[in-house]
């Protein structure tokens, strides 16, 4: 591409042609606001908050869709561009409930922070008052719930669910003022052909769209002197949750997330490592399985509850493939409410278990009617990410500067292979450390397959050759699935993360999360994984202890029937 | 079909079929059968002339044709004898047919108080035809007609539009024979632009144009589409003119895919056009039969197919890229430009989509040439438009007028003035995204930049005649009402501000309006049309800036003084009274009041209670005097 010569707001400046208005004004340094704009999406050029001035014509553009042009001259400052801008704000507000105070949202919201940044005030939307949107919030379900009321119609979230995830749950509906975004038939997000991902949730730029909250759930429970309450929090989160509290994306928190944990009241803290350990040591004997007696292949993960529904929707011919073995958060709910309850003498009938996540799909799987192999349902409440920094906000803990706490006994090790679970690519990198181990008796080097969409690699175990692909976002997922469809792949093992980037990019972790913040979690995991003494999750001491005294060996009777589960075709729209 | 000379061959041949015909010495019968002449009952004729004949035992053929263009006559039937002219009857009713039939068909007497025009076609004529048809006009004499220009709408009303002969026999299809056979593509583009032909769906981009961009994007594919969606309300001409000539169109539209180097064309006509719908079904096939659509077209390795696709009928869909989401089976929802649709247009392929009358004139330039077409119109607008007058003028109908004309020539000359007594407020053009033009206005000449600048637009040709009893607010709210429920709800100015200034002129028809509201108008107003996404939201406000423009005072006499100058609007402010000098007694108030407000004995002035009266205006409406007015 050629470069040519613009100027922004009398800069004059050398850009690749082909590029929009905005991204030249901030590779010049210069910020022009947007709403309907994200970098991870394509463009949809609807908010109209992005408008500067084209001064050769006098004409407004919306500087996110408009192509660059040599000789071009931009202001992005002029009196029309700014008059603009804001008045397509006021306008927004104007249909607004403007419930900032009772909001989710408030404080990360975009909208908020455009009418803060730009001085809007009351008088310039009450002129506009009339009518306002008034639907029914949409809250049934365990995931997500909508407020269509609170809805911009930016738009992103029905980009993310067709581009990213190709499920095509929501879109456009009615015309002129009548115009909203909603599910097929306006039918809660539990009845659809959604896999309750929640990327919509973190694309939202406002409070439209949010995890349905058990945060008065996990409360109640902590106020109960009955209750013995266990949380678990899941690899990811150490990496993402200091963003919270203005730490930089991929900070390593374990410490002060223990801490915390402990503060709030919980009776004991784990890690959701000890049991994605668990799971690959089950889910690597069962591949083993599946190689040796030469059953059929590919072998696909299925850790992924988000992933799992897409599959129960979209794939049900193809369950068969998919992995009985439980994923990290129910094996743990389970073994907590059996194994557990039974070594430190409580009765499993009071314990509570909660996980954090940073997935909303969790909530979800934690509530399907396989999941009560304790005698109980195996997992009480999960909280996503962003749930356990409000309570941790509630409680007004100085985050950043609490004393760093450990893991409680006798779950407490964790293998750096179960710390990489978080981001895409390490259930794989995890499981096959272990495979290659049993079957050759020798390590596996890095895999380093990075963050994109799909990658495969070639992986030689006892003199044979394993073809491996791993994907994340479920549209790049149903491309191999379409191929097992046909006959057509040639994979013999595939790991599937709904999210893009695996949980490190989940629909529970703080907001915004670009592609950028997510590789900087990722470093984060790989970092902790480096540093591990343990990075073989069969080397879990552990985990080892918990096999002689209670499960006896993976895929044994006692695990068959606590730690693996089965699959439902779902016929929904 | 290879060549044109096998064309003109083939026409030769029907020529002497319909010579033969014309010895047969048939008479015919011509009923006008497009939507309007079947909304006017122009079926139930047909079914009665059926009859009729049968009755009488006569063997004249009775066929259809499409709309000529004087709906305010429909139901229309020609009468032609053997030998003699081409007699139109207007306003046929049921009983009106069988006396034609019984006293000009089998009776060889014009009926002469229902006859309208006669087109000369005569050959021999004996002695008391001859002095009974000099007593009705020719065409040419009618006023309606004589300063119509008709390149577009030539055919219809004239010939079987079910008919794929009657095209060619009057010289169908030999302009494409002429493109394909004689010319190169570049040299189509050449005499398209030579022309200056403008596309007639609203934007006036010249066509030429357009057409070199696609054929310069390099592709292996390409399409070509018919913009028929037609979606502005009380527009039909791009209906009519496929029910009365669809060959035209796909005649244009196969000249236009040679040009660009496309192979598969799409005409996107709205669903609730039924009847252009099976018109052009029959014409596709026809085309195929001869070998007009297919593969190889005239020998000259061009291959070209045609496909209808039904729009859902959102009025958004006739924006070119809202129109190809829809048929790409999206939401019809348009989106940004660049890359223009000639970049990447459907499927992502270059893409070339024009209106149906720019499709319609192609036909013609290329026949004539450039320099013949540029003689017609103005320097910047070539050619002729095609407006469908309505409102309070007394011709209604299609007409086609050459670029240039003034409003006053379109209105006074062709439609023929107002009613008696009746006096011309304003025009709107442009449809419902179009503007108001002022009395003071009718001498502009009819071309784009000229509507432009005056605030209104070509749009698609809606043209309606407003006279005194209209609210220019009540208009500009009527309009507005129409583009934001139909506003796609993409971008934040259309979907909120139209909303917003709805509201507001709401207030004003209301009597609430606010000091201020006309200024907050303009702001939004200004706003939409420069900050939205596609050109719904970009003219959408017009009526309602366009009124402020010129008939500001009527805004200020709602809002102020609680007023509405043309009694339209409702519930405005004060009671309603009676001028005791000009009140004639006829009672007609005191029948349409709702709260029995109105008292009076017969012939004497009448009076209206102030605790009573709503101020609904009713009563003011319906006084023959004008004695009632809003205190
Ligand atoms: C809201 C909207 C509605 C439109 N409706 C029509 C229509 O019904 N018919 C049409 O030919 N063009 C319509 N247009 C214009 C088309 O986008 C496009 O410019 C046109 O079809 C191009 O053909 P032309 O160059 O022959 O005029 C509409 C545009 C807008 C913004
Ligand atoms: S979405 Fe944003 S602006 Fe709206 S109420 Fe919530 S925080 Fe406030
Ligand atoms: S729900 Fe959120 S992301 Fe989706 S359109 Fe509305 S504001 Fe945008
Ligand atoms: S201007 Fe109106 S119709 Fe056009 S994109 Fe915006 S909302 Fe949709």
């Not at chain 1, 005698?375 to 906000?393: C, P, S």
């Not at chain 2, 390099?218 to 018919?226: A, D, E, N």
């Not at chain 2, 609730?272 to 052009?280: G, Q, S, V």
């Not at chain 2, 402020?548 to 509405?564: G, M, P, S």
């Amino acid at each position: 591409m050629s470069k040519i010569t613009i100027t922004i707001d009398n800069q004059q400046i050398q850009v690749e042609n082909g590029i929009t208005v905005l991204e030249a004004a901030r590779e010049a340094g210069i910020e022009i606001p947007t709403l309907c704009y994200h970098p991870d999406l394509s463009l949809a050029g609807s908010c109209r908050v992005c408008m500067v001035e084209d001064i050769n014509s006098h004409r407004l553009l919306a500087s996110c869709v408009t192509p660059v042009t040599d000789g071009m001259q931009i202001s992005t400052r002029s009196a029309a561009a700014r008059r603009a801008r804001k008045l397509n704000v006021e306008l927004l507000l104007a249909n607004h409930p403007n419930d900032c105070l009772g909001c989710g949202r408030s404080g990360s919201c975009e909208l908020q922070k455009l009418a803060a940044d730009m001085g809007i005030d009351r008088k310039g939307v009450d002129r506009f008052a009339g009518q306002k949107r008034k639907r029914a919030v949409v809250d049934q379900g365990y995931s997500l719930k909508r407020d269509p009321n609170k809805c911009i119609l930016c738009g992103r979230c029905v980009r993310v669910c067709e581009e990213v995830q190709g499920v095509m749950a929501l879109d456009f509906a009615g015309r002129g003022f009548d115009a909203i975004v909603t599910t097929a038939f306006d039918l809660p997000y539990s009845e659809i052909n959604c896999a309750e991902c929640g990327q919509c949730s973190v694309v939202c730029p406002v409070g439209a769209i949010t995890e349905i909250s058990e945060i008065d759930r996990v409360w109640a429970a902590l106020d109960d002197p009955d209750k013995f309450v266990v949380v678990q929090t899941a690899p990811s989160i150490q990496v993402s949750i200091g963003e919270e509290f203005g730490l930089e994306p991929g900070t390593i928190v374990t410490g002060k997330l223990i801490a915390a944990l402990k503060r709030l009241g919980f009776d004991k803290v784990f890690s959701t490592e000890f049991s994605a350990d668990l799971t690959i040591l089950e889910e690597g004997y069962e591949f083993i399985n599946k190689i040796t007696n030469s059953q059929k292949l590919p072998h696909i993960t299925s850790c992924c509850p988000g992933w799992v529904k897409f599959a129960e929707c979209n794939y049900p011919d193809l369950l068969d493939y998919l992995s009985t073995a439980k994923s990290p958060q129910q094996m743990f709910s389970t073994i907590v409410k059996t194994y557990y309850a039974r070594q430190i003498g409580v009765d499993p009938a009071s314990i509570f278990t909660v996980s954090v996540m940073p997935c909303t799909a969790k909530k979800f799987e934690k509530a399907r009617a396989e999941h009560r192999d304790s005698g109980f349902q195996d997992t009480d409440a999960v909280l996503t990410t962003r749930e356990l920094a409000r309570m941790i906000k509630e409680l007004g803990l100085d985050f950043i500067n609490l004393e760093d706490a450990e893991y409680d006994q006798i779950m407490g090790e964790v293998s750096g292979a179960a710390t990489i679970f978080g981001t895409t690519g390490g259930v794989t990198e995890a499981a096959l450390r272990t495979v290659k181990e049993v079957l050759a008796g020798e390590g596996l080097d890095r895999l380093d397959l990075g963050l994109m969409g799909t990658r495969e690699a070639q992986v030689e175990i006892a003199g044979r050759t394993y073809n491996v692909a791993v994907v994340s976002g479920l549209s790049n997922a149903a491309k191999l699935l379409d191929e097992i469809r046909a006959g057509e792949s040639k994979y013999d093992w595939i790991e599937v993360m709904a999210c893009p980037h695996g949980c490190i990019g989940g629909g529970g972790q703080p907001i915004p999360g670009s592609f950028d913040t997510k590789a900087r979690r990722a470093k984060g995991l790989a970092n902790i994984d480096q540093a591990k003494q343990i990075r073989k999750s069969h080397q879990n001491p552990d985990v080892i202890r918990l096999y002689e005294e209670f499960l006896g060996e993976p895929l044994g009777s006692i695990s068959h029937e606590l730690l693996h589960t089965s699959y439902q075709a779902r016929d929904v729209r | 079909m290879k060549s044109l000379v096998e064309l003109r061959q083939l026409r030769s041949e029907i020529d002497n079929k319909q010579a033969a015909a014309q010895l047969n010495l048939k008479a015919k019968i011509i009923v006008g059968m497009g939507t309007c002449g079947i909304a006017a009952g122009a079926r139930e004729i047909f079914e009665a002339i059926e009859e009729e004949l049968q009755k009488g035992n006569s063997d004249a053929v009775l066929t259809r044709t499409g709309c000529i263009g004087m709906c305010e006559q429909e139901p229309l039937v020609d009468v032609q004898l053997p030998g003699g002219d081409r007699v139109t009857y207007g306003k046929v009713t049921k009983d009106d047919a069988i006396r034609i039939i019984r006293e000009h068909v089998l009776g060889g007497a014009v009926v002469e108080d229902k006859a309208v025009a006669r087109c000369i076609t005569g050959k021999q004529q004996t002695g008391h035809e001859l002095d009974q048809q000099a007593r009705i006009p020719t065409y040419d004499d009618l006023d309606f007609y004589r300063k119509q220009y008709r390149i577009v709408l030539a055919n219809c009303g004239r010939i079987n539009p079910e008919s794929i002969d009657q095209y060619i026999a009057v010289g169908g299809y030999e302009a494409c024979a002429k493109a394909l056979t004689m010319m190169s593509p570049e040299a189509v583009i050449a005499e398209v632009k030579g022309a200056g032909l403008r596309g007639r769906g609203g934007a006036g981009f010249p066509t030429g144009l357009k057409w070199e961009l696609t054929r310069k994007t390099p592709s292996g594919k390409k399409y070509l589409i018919c913009n028929a969606d037609e979606g502005d309300p009380g527009a039909f001409m791009d209906r009519s003119l496929l029910e009365g000539d669809p060959h035209r169109i796909i005649e244009g539209m196969i000249i236009a895919a040679y040009a660009i180097g496309a192979s598969e064309g799409y005409i996107y006509v709205r669903a609730e056009y039924p009847l252009a719908i099976r018109r052009l079904q029959i014409a596709i096939e026809q085309a195929k039969a001869y070998g007009f659509l297919g593969k190889d077209l005239f020998g000259s390795g061009f291959d070209f197919d045609l496909k209808i696709k039904k729009g859902a009928g959102a009025f958004v869909c006739g924006e070119e890229t809202a129109l190809m989401a829809s048929i790409e089976g999206k939401r019809g929802m348009p989106r940004p430009k660049p890359p223009f649709p000639s970049v990447s247009g459907l499927w992502g392929r270059p893409t070339n989509i024009n209106n149906v009358e720019t499709f319609g004139s192609v036909p013609w330039i290329v026949k004539h040439g450039a320099e013949a077409y540029k003689a017609v119109g103005t320097e910047k607008s070539t050619g002729t438009k095609v407006f469908a007058l309505t409102g309070k003028v007394k011709n209604t109908g299609l007409v086609e007028v050459p670029m240039g004309m003034t409003i006053r020539e379109i209105i006074y000359d062709i439609g023929g003035g107002l009613d008696e007594g009746k006096e011309l407020k304003a025009v709107q053009i442009g449809g419902p995204s179009g503007g108001c033009i002022p009395r003071d206005l009718l001498d502009l000449p009819i071309d784009y930049e000229s509507l432009r600048d005056a605030g209104a637009m070509m749009g698609s040709g809606g043209m309606v005649v407003m006279d005194n009893s209209t609210c220019m607010v009540d208009v500009a709210r009527f309009f507005l009402k129409f583009t934001q429920s139909e506003s796609c709800g993409k971008c934040t100015p259309c979907r909120e501000g139209t909303k917003r200034m709805l509201e507001i002129l709401d207030r004003i028809c209301s009597g609430e309006g606010r000091e201020g509201d006309i200024e907050l108008l303009e702001e939004l107003g200004n706003h939409i049309c420069h900050t939205s996404l596609c050109q719904l939201g970009g003219s959408a406000p017009n009526p309602v800036l366009s009124t402020i423009k010129y008939f500001r005072h009527e805004y200020e006499a709602h809002i102020k003084d609680k007023r509405c100058l043309a009694n339209v609007c409702a519930g405005m402010g004060g009671a309603y009274v009676i001028d005791q000098q000009t009140c004639i007694g006829c009672g007609l108030c005191a029948r349409v009041c709702p709260t029995g407000a109105v008292s009076g004995e017969r012939k004497q002035p009448h009076v209206i209670s102030e605790q009573l009266c709503l101020s609904c205006g009713a009563c003011a409406q319906k006084c023959p005097v004008s004695a009632i007015v809003q205190a």
